[in-house]
């Protein structure tokens, strides 16, 4: 039983729209397939280690975001997501389609490093593993520690990961059949998309 929602939970936290997919999908049309997955593994491991985390009941132990705390973890999670949004709208008006036989050259700690900012300066995350692992232990599905904890939190991890790769693949194996024009067009789009989720981000502060 366990199983079955361990891989729905992946899925919630995968899945929805929001700057780490779109971090995904812009390194995968950036860079290739290989700097996508990249960001994509990270991500998993990173719900794998926090879903264990929260279920070991580290997070349990009058663990309290104050709201002063919260409100800079959202503040520098929203300049992050703007500094990025601006490098690729930047990128996207030079940006030329590598030629075959072209090499690109490899920059795999800039996936692996995005999404760790990403991710560590969202609180929401935080509170989604506190809750999942709450509703978890409270029903009974899986004990605090032991065999099930580190099951169920590998699970969401590979669920994740599965969403992540497929993401990367299947825009990876269209990446040849865009033109040049709409690949400078859909940056230009993820960029302003990420800037409206940075500009969410720190109004979210004020509500």
């Known amino acids: 039983m366990f199983i079955a929602i361990g891989i729905l939970v992946g899925l919630i936290a995968s899945v929805p729209l929001g700057p780490i997919n779109v971090f995904v999908v812009s390194q995968t049309l950036k860079r290739d397939f290989f700097h996508g997955l990249l960001a994509g593994i990270t991500t998993a491991v990173l719900d794998m ?5 929260a279920l070991m009941g580290f997070f349990l132990i009058k663990f309290r975001l104050s709201q002063p705390v919260t409100s800079i973890m959202k503040a520098v999670a ?6 990025i949004a601006y ?4 990128q996207a008006k030079t940006f030329v389609l590598p030629q075959n036989g072209d090499k690109i050259q490899a920059a795999p700690h800039r996936p692996i490093l995005g999404v760790i900012l990403l991710y560590v300066t969202n609180p929401s995350l935080y509170v ?6 709450g509703y978890m232990t409270g029903h009974e599905f899986v004990s605090s520690s032991g065999w099930t904890a580190v099951a169920f939190a590998a699970t969401c991890g590979l669920s994740s990961f599965l969403w992540y790769f497929t993401l990367a693949r299947f825009i990876a194996r ?9 690949f400078r067009k859909i ?6 998309a990420l800037a ?3 500009v ?3 109004a979210s502060i004020f509500f």
Not at 49 to 53: M, Q
């Open 200 to 202: 969410y981000t720190i």
């Open 128 to 133: 989604f593993w506190i809750f999942v692992a």
């Open 174 to 182: 269209r990446q040849s059949r865009i033109r040049p024009g709409t």
């Open 196 to 198: 409206g989720l940075g």
């Open 187 to 192: 940056m230009n789009y993820l960029g302003l």
């Open 78 to 83: 929203g300049l992050i997501v703007l500094v």
């Open 49 to 53: 280690i926090y879903c264990l985390v």
């Open 87 to 90: 490098r690729l709208t930047r």
